[in-house]
């Protein structure tokens, strides 16, 4: 069946450093990927998508591409802020399908 | 514009009871998913309506029910709670297709005790 595998937390960083989080998906045919944010106490908001193979998606300094070979979606950022504390959930929608598949999370700390 | 609005945004039940939780779309979407999310877990699909009816389910028992009114708002309602249910209840909301994502509720947080 479809499923998300995302690296494990929490990742502890330090303001200005680069932030990977790995994410890595089963899937039949070409499912959407998407990366999403949950700031604490609030629901989830999208970060990011593509749709197809080699897209890059990105937004606010994040950015992550669809890998097909590697079925990867890997999440970076080139310099964090304390602000970009949160959860990242990495999740899949297969083509045709109704519901979205979720990894487990990954907590993300900067410090100042 | 009012993104997904739930309500209520916390709420405290004792096991057997049962419980409804209430969604309001984001304007111009129709189709509205309910997610269960238990602490430090992933939110888990439950299921979507669309033109008032069911269309997909997850792996949930039939205490978990909901329903669409025809202005696309959404009740997810819970029989016979159990300590087990007590999570974030996420509401999602979309129009088209859902390869270009999902417009996400702040969550009802239900305690059972």
């Known amino acids: 069946g479809n499923s998300v595998t995302q690296m494990e937390g929490p990742v502890t960083l330090s303001e200005e450093a680069f932030l990977t989080i790995n994410c890595t998906y089963t899937a039949t045919g070409y499912p959407s990927l998407f990366w999403y944010v949950q700031y604490p106490g609030e629901g989830l908001q999208l970060l990011l998508k593509a749709t197809k193979a080699d897209d890059k998606g990105s937004n606010k300094g994040f950015e992550a591409t669809y890998r097909k070979e590697t079925t990867s979606f890997h999440l970076e950022k080139g310099s964090v802020q304390v602000s970009d504390s949160a959860v990242y959930f990495c999740a899949l929608i297969h083509t045709g399908g109704f519901k979205t598949i979720f990894g487990a999370g990954t907590r993300l700390f900067v410090k100042a | 514009d009012a993104g997904v609005t739930q309500s209520p945004t916390h709420l405290i039940k004792t096991r057997g009871q049962q419980v409804t939780l209430r969604c309001s779309p984001k304007s111009g979407h129709d189709t509205v998913s309910w997610y269960q999310q238990a602490l430090g877990q992933g939110p888990q699909f439950i299921f979507q309506?669309?033109?008032?009816?069911?269309?997909q389910r997850g792996n949930f028992p039939d205490r978990f029910s909901g329903h669409q009114y025809p202005n696309y708002s959404s009740e997810l309602n819970v029989n016979a709670l159990l300590l087990g249910d007590s999570a974030l209840y996420l509401c999602?909301?979309?129009?088209?297709?859902?390869?270009?994502?999902?417009?996400f509720g702040s969550g009802t947080r239900l305690t059972v005790v």
């Open positions: 999602a909301s979309r129009t088209g297709t859902g390869q270009y994502g999902y417009t």
């Open positions: 309506y669309y033109e008032e009816e069911e269309r």
